[in-house]
């Protein structure tokens, strides 16, 4: 049987026994003369039973004495009963939410467990994507420096047949004879020309390397800056999440405190 039930059955008991103290039965209405009165009892008269009108009273009054400490017994049995039902009910609130906050806790240690796995999934992504970056570039710069390579060879080559040639058309300008003289200044002023446009070539193909240079610049700078400012991100996640875990201890030594 539980406490409840056992504070129930107590304020019966009691009741009951004041009851069978206090009770009076109530005077049979054949007890005592009508003669002065239809309705209740007359003013100068009282039941059979009692010695005076005041003795009547008396009785009367005592019986409501007791039905009013019945009354009073038994709020007082309600009100013990509900408090323990209060009591009870407060004592299962406090464990369910014991189990609530347990049980946040374990949700909250599981999402920054997911939390650090998603960082740490995203910081080697990044990882690999500036592996893989560098791996082009250099590939690239490879590539640039065969490229180069390869232009300066057939510029020499070209350079050297551009001499073997004036050897020979020298020779061939010292044996000939004036209409030779006449041809190999026709062919001066044709390489003259040639000359001139391979100079031009040649300078726009420095303006182009100068440019591509300027660019491979302006490339390394973005690409200098675009890491300074990732760092200095990830420098402010990082003390961004320090000033949480501060805030987050300093909030459960105040709970503890508390």
Do not use: F
Not at 128 to 149: F, M, P, T, V
Not at 180 to 188: E, L, M, S, T
Not at 217 to 234: F, L, M, S, V
């Amino acid at each position: 049987m539980s406490n409840t039930s056992l504070l129930k059955a107590s304020a019966v008991l009691l009741v009951t026994a004041i009851s069978a103290v206090g009770c009076v039965v109530a005077p049979d209405s054949d007890g005592y003369s009508r003669s002065d009165g239809r309705y209740g009892y007359p003013s100068t008269r009282y039941p059979t039973g009692y010695d005076s009108r005041d003795q009547y009273e008396w009785q009367r009054e005592r019986q409501r004495q007791y039905e009013r400490q019945r009354a009073y017994q038994l709020e007082q049995a309600r009100n013990r009963a509900e408090y323990h039902d209060r009591q009870v009910w407060l004592a299962q609130e406090r464990d369910r939410q014991k189990q609530y906050d347990a049980q946040r806790k374990r949700d909250e240690w599981e999402r920054q467990r997911r939390q650090q796995d998603a960082k740490k999934r995203a910081d080697e992504q990044r990882q690999r994507e500036i592996r893989e970056k560098a791996d082009q570039e250099r590939k690239n710069r490879e590539k640039e420096i065969r490229e180069r390579n390869n232009r300066d060879r057939e510029q020499r080559e070209r350079e050297q047949r551009d001499r073997e040639n004036k050897a020979r058309i020298a020779q061939e300008r010292r044996d000939r004879n004036n209409d030779a003289q006449r041809r190999v200044q026709q062919q001066k002023a044709q390489q003259q020309k040639a000359q001139q446009q391979k100079a031009q070539q040649q300078k726009a193909q420095q303006q182009r390397d100068q440019r591509a240079k300027q660019q491979r610049e302006k490339a390394q700078r973005d690409q200098a800056q675009r890491q300074r400012q990732q760092r200095e991100k990830e420098q402010r996640a990082k003390d961004q999440q320090k000033q949480i875990a501060e805030l987050r201890e300093r909030a459960e030594r105040a709970r503890q405190n508390r």
